[in-house]
């Protein structure tokens, strides 16, 4: 009996943990044509981040075909929906950022997401932060979207073929549960 390797899979974990250097690895890993989906709005006056985009650009290298999307994730996923890519959203904590931002139907969104996700036959590798284990924001604002990135991480979670969490550079598989290696 052969098993079915991962069509999607989530990784989570805190800010710095080392789940973007993680996920670009575990796509290198592959044959398969790579592409890279930034969903971080690029302000020209924050040179703090676009030192952390170049950063990202430069680790990840000239296989890569990088994409800036902060709202169309599922156009992506359907335009690019072939077996031989790897996808690499980075991050999803971001996204949900700017559907808050511009006052998106979260419900919608998700559904919308979860349905391109489970229809695709690209290999698809998610990276969302794990807010909810720190402080208890101070601010009622804070507070709601921790709620909401929990619930798009369950959401998530619950539609991928696998769900890894990266600490301190490590993963530990979380679904499914005794697994061969982790691999694409």
């Known amino acids: 009996m ?15 943990s080392g789940k973007s250097s993680f996920a670009e690895g575990l796509c290198e890993q592959s044959v398969s044509n790579l592409i890279y989906i930034a969903t971080s709005p690029r302000f020209d006056d924050d040179a703090e981040m676009i030192d952390r985009i170049e950063q990202h650009r430069a680790r990840r290298g000239p296989r890569w075909h990088a994409i ?24 999803m904590t971001l996204w949900l950022n700017n559907l808050l931002y511009r006052k998106l139907p979260l419900d919608q969104q998700f559904a919308a997401l979860v349905a391109a996700l489970k229809g695709t036959t690209a290999k698809i590798v998610l990276i969302s932060n ?45 679904k499914p549960i005794n697994q061969p290696p982790i691999k694409l």
């Open 130 to 174: 794990e807010v909810g284990q720190g402080v208890v924001p101070s601010t009622s604002e804070g507070r709601h979207f921790r709620d909401h990135q929990g619930r798009l991480n369950q959401t998530l979670a619950s539609c991928c073929d696998r769900v890894i969490e990266v600490k301190a550079g490590l993963p530990l598989q979380l």
């Open 68 to 91: 800036e999307e902060q709202i169309a994730l599922t156009d992506i996923i359907q335009r690019h929906d072939a077996p031989d890519n790897a996808i690499l959203i980075d991050c």
């Open 2 to 16: 052969s098993i079915q390797p991962p069509n999607t899979t989530l990784i989570i974990g805190g800010a710095r």
